[in-house]
């Protein structure tokens, strides 16, 4: 690696490859992240009831997604607004867990809540406005849990990296990063999504890269287009949000897909996935090899 990047993530030393380690590949249930298969996670932005997170959960692993997501501890711009389901969510997520066999990904907003998270999640999120908050990050870590650690809304990739230090410093190998968009001067769109990290990230650092079209544009109709983005510049898998009913979401409707646009998305990937010569879930990949088949 150049050395100017050693210098420039020298805060982060054990993030960067080295000769011994190139990729880490974070495992879950039977799979693992960052392990070559491009890896998608779905779901609502908050877990609201039994029957849209069934629904949901069946849907998007129906499409090739491996991994359900779902707030039930919400971190909202307003403080007036849904703040989430807490246990109750949490139990429906392992509810949906055990009737899909998808993996759980789930947000930890504080320390004490972190056992709790930790018994059902299979994947703890820290979420952008908590990428600085040590005490969590350590406790998170400390877990054992793999730990998924988005960026923070005004970090830099440095910022982001020397947190995820954090993480290996407490014992934990298990970090994922996740690229969901920063605050430019740009206000069309909720967020400027930095494909340019995932790039970076992808040649100076082995830990797995996710990227969060949604959070990032903050429009639907635009996840399809970040999505095919982040698999060019080289990304691990996705973030997606995903509702039965946007327009009735008690939070970030305007940016979830509907389940037939999720459909497109995930079908219109798999090209992409294959010229970037990346397998996908089984289901894609059985696409590819019957193209192949096919001549
Ligand atoms: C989320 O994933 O729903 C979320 C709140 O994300 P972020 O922390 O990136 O805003
Ligand atoms: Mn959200």
Redesign the pocket.
Known sequence: MREMWQERFAEAPDCLKNVRRHQTSVPVLDFAIGGGEFVTMAGP??VETEFQLMATANHVRRAGARIL?G?AF??RSSPYSFQGLGLEGLKMLARARQESGLAIVT?VMSEEFVPLVAEYADIL?I????MENYSLIEAAARSGRPIML??G?VATVAEWLRSAQLILDNGNPNVIL?E??IRTFETAMRNTFDAASVALLKQVSHLPVIA?P??ASGRSELVPALARIAVAAGADGL?V?VHPNPAKAW??GEQSLDFSAFDAMMAELEPWLAVCNRGASRRAKTHVRSLVAAG
């Open positions: 932005c908050s997501r707030g919400k971190p947000e999120q979420g952008s406005r908590n988005k960026r809304l996740c969901r968009g969060d949604s959070h973030l949000e939070s970030d």
